[in-house]
């Protein structure tokens, strides 16, 4: 019988200390005269007392005590000396054992916690669990520091006095600043987990958005100035754009500045002002007068994209046209050289042959690629910074630099020859060189005027078949030159076919072209093909006098 009891015993013990090893914890058991029934192997690895003290009957005050003299006390936190001594602290320790329930964490040493969970059964009997719980202890340190971290990161962005949004890679808002959410016109509970798509007009969602993409496909910051028609007051912004977080797990911070709300802002050399009194005229920018009327050329065929970037650069003060492939660069910049016309940068469309860069090259003109989203975005920041990096000492004297050499275009004179076909009223002199190339490629013969007294002169004298004429000429209006031109014809002279060019087509415009006697109406920029079109509908070639033929 005593056999028997003794190899239950045994195996009892057996299978309680490889439920301690699989819990990763220690146990003792002590009955109600707080001798030891049971002690885990494993209690050796937080108290190192003689393995003797585990075996059953030890009493529980020597054991302690043994815990004691081990010099594991100085490890705890709890001093031994304010509680009396050697029996203090063990006395200490025997009535939390006869706690119903006491369950603690102690620190034992720097990086290390324990904890201890004490139960007293109504039988008597107790049950101590010791587990280190170091690393659990860690990382609630951690989780607290970094909430804390997050409540001061979202009080200093949600009182930052310009906007800040954060989305997630799906473009949803993950986070808004109060100066977003009244830039949004919404509370940020209406805002939170919603795209662009759910909260703006269709045009500007699908603007942003292809931003946002490029942001995060980039990684690096993105800036460009944009005038945003339609969301708040349709005011001009500097937008920044960068992507944080890890490789599946990014984020996508966008920051808009409000240019009307800053005097200036530095950008890379060129100084963006805000609009003020310029916006009532339909500008989006007014430049520093270091970049004003630098000419830029653009080189694309893609005719989106350069209406697009001909208005940027119209608007950030720059003197600019565009050419649709080399023949027509390397035609231009020929012409430009014979005119001492100086070409300052010309922006290359990636989709467009090597050749343009190579005749950018040659001709000694910096040269600057850009990809469609580029141009389409970002045009403005990179001519700044591609213009400001190399100084604004450029000459005309042969695209080297030196002197500057004040431009010298043909004068209509020398342009005229009898039996005129077209008169151009075109005052900018880089859209001059444009339209005479439009007009030696069709063949028609024609004279170019530079401003509205001019047009009328050149009318009474060479009357020609069509008028091309800008709206906005330095010193009168083509309105007024039209309803010169119409009050003359009234008294016998032969109507003459007028075309209308305007830079752009705000609501109206046209009919008021049209209201004043012009006979059609083109918007900038021209190509060959446009021109060309709205000549022969007037002029048919038959008529022509085709310059080769004389």
Known sequence: MADSTSSDTVMQTIMLDAVTEGLGAAIFVYDRNDLLCYASQSVLQYFPVPRGMLQNGTRLR???????????????????????????????????????????????????????????????????VIKDVSEEKKREDQWR???????????????LPFPVSVKDKGLNYAAVNRAMSKLL?????????????????????????????????????????????????????????????????????????????????DLRGLTIMGAGANAAAGQAYATDQACSGERVLLVTGNPVLEKQALETLSHLGFDS???????????????????????????????????????????????LPLDAYQIANQLAVAVAH?????????????????????????????????????????????NQIVLSQIMESLGYVYAIAGTGAETLHLWQEKHP??????????????????????????????????????????????????HAGMDDTLLKPLSPDMVGNAIRRFLSDAQAVQVKGQ
């Not at 050749?355 to 040269?367: H, I, Q, T």
């Not at 450029?394 to 004179?413: C, D």
């Not at 008028?467 to 009168?476: A, R, S």
């Open 386 to 430: 591609a213009l400001n990096s190399v100084g604004n000492d450029y000459t005309t004297s042969n695209t080297s630099r030196g002197e500057v050499v004040e431009l010298a275009l043909p004068s209509a004179g020398e342009w005229q020859h009898e039996g005129l076909d077209v008169l151009v009223a075109e005052d900018n002199e880089v």
């Open 465 to 514: 078949r069509v008028i091309l004429l800008d709206t906005t000429l330095p010193d009168m209006s083509g309105e007024d030159v039209i309803r010169e031109i119409r009050f003359h014809e009234q008294a016998g002279q032969t109507r003459v076919p007028v075309i209308g060019v305007l830079a752009r087509a705000m609501e109206g415009d046209r009919e008021a072209c049209r």
């Open 321 to 367: 046209c565009a050419v649709h492939d080399e023949t027509e660069l390397e035609a231009f910049l020929t012409m430009a050289i014979e005119s001492g016309i100086h070409v300052d940068l010309i922006v290359v469309d990636s989709q467009m042959e090597v050749v343009c860069l190579e005749l950018a090259d040659r001709f000694g003109v910096m040269s």
């Open 62 to 128: 020597d054991f302690l005590g043994a815990v004691y003299d081990s010099g594991i006390r100085f490890a705890i936190g709890a001093s031994a000396d304010r509680m009396g001594g050697r029996d203090g602290w063990i006395s200490a320790q025997i009535a939390g054992h006869w706690k119903e329930r006491n369950d603690q964490i102690e620190r034992f040493g720097q990086d290390r916690w324990i904890r201890f969970i004490k139960r007293r059964m109504p039988s008597g009997f107790g049950v101590c």
């Open 145 to 159: 520091l970094d909430l804390e971290r997050v409540q001061l990161t979202e009080e200093i962005l949600e009182t």
């Open 185 to 265: 016109g919404r509370e940020p509970e209406k805002i939170i987990g919603r795209n662009d798509r759910e909260l703006l007009a269709p045009e500007l969602a699908t603007m942003f958005e292809l931003s946002d993409r490029r942001a995060l496909d980039n990684g690096g910051l993105l800036a460009y100035p944009e005038q945003i028609k339609g969301f708040g007051e349709g005011r001009p912004f500097m937008t920044y754009k960068w992507r944080v977080g890890k490789p599946g797990r990014s984020f996508l911070v966008t920051v808009p500045q409000d240019l009307k709300a800053n005097d200036s802002v």
